[in-house]
């Protein structure tokens, strides 16, 4: 029931495709599983149990998912189609240019407001990138594959190495117990994704190894390295404890 217009994406989390659904003449994202895990005797029910909870999310700055399914061993989540860029591609640059800070504060309040109502329903994101955060026409913020890293047992905790052996892509915005491999990860690697996006925003830097307050690198009121600098705190116990509270 669905005419392709186009291949939009593909990555690690499978491929993207433009479609239009015949029934309901609506533009939507068809995302289209990676192969190999069909071949996992316990990914159906995983897949049902999560893809239920995903498409349970509704908020106007998450993707929404329509319909999810397994047709001919091929597993599909049909989505919003957002008519916009990627916050990578918005910047044009790697990594992403500096933002004012009313810019970035816009950009991060809207990611806030999604985060905790996702982690109130339950969900953790586990891969918060620019990647994977929208800006629609009119430049509301929408967060993607919400879950998918837990969905399709990719734990964020398995960082991908470039041919040198250094850290790259996804890697750099993840939490410390992400990358040592703890076995709980909880909310608060999210906002911990969250405060590096957001000092990234502010500097076009992104915080690694012994990194100065954003104020120092960028002119910005100083206020904001407490906040940025909290929620980039190794110990999970020292971080804002709710997206709301960055928020505020």
């Known amino acids: 029931q669905y005419e392709v217009e186009c291949l939009w994406g593909r ?20 995302k289209i599983l990676p192969d ?8 159906a029910e995983r897949f049902l149990r999560e893809a239920r909870l995903l498409a349970s999310l509704s908020h106007p700055h998450i993707v929404t998912v329509y319909e999810f399914g397994q047709r001919d061993g091929v597993y599909f989540l049909l989505m919003e189609y957002v008519d916009g860029v990627t916050l990578r591609q918005a910047s044009l640059a ?8 009313k810019d970035a504060l816009a950009v991060v309040g809207q990611l806030c407001d999604a985060l905790q109502f996702a982690h109130d329903e339950g969900v953790v994101h586990r891969d918060i990138k620019p990647e994977n955060i929208l800006i629609d026409k009119r430049g509301r913020v929408k967060i993607a594959d919400f879950g998918l890293a837990r969905l399709l047992g990719k734990p964020a905790d398995l960082p991908t190495l470039t041919r040198t052996n250094q850290l790259m892509g996804t890697p750099a915005y993840m ?9 709980v990860i909880d909310h608060r690697a999210d906002i911990y994704s969250l405060g590096v996006v957001f000092y990234e925003l502010l500097t ?15 002119d910005l009121d100083a206020r904001l390295d407490e906040v940025v600098l909290r929620t980039l705190e190794k110990e999970p116990d020292r971080r804002y404890q709710q997206a709301s509270q960055v928020r505020t």
Not at 36 to 43: E, G, L, N, T
Not at 94 to 101: A, D, G, K, M, V
Not at 175 to 183: D, F, L, N, S
Request: without cysteine; charged residues 25%; aromatic residues 4%.
């Open 11 to 30: 990555g690690g989390m499978g491929a993207v495709y433009k479609v239009q659904q015949k029934d309901l003449g609506r533009t939507a994202a068809l």
């Open 36 to 43: 190999v895990i069909a071949k996992d005797p316990s990914f």
């Open 94 to 101: 790697e990594p992403i240019r500096r933002l004012s800070s």
């Open 175 to 183: 939490a410390p117990e992400q990358i040592e491999g703890q076995a």
């Open 204 to 218: 076009g830097e992104l915080p690694l190894g012994r990194f100065q307050p954003p104020s120092k690198k960028a």
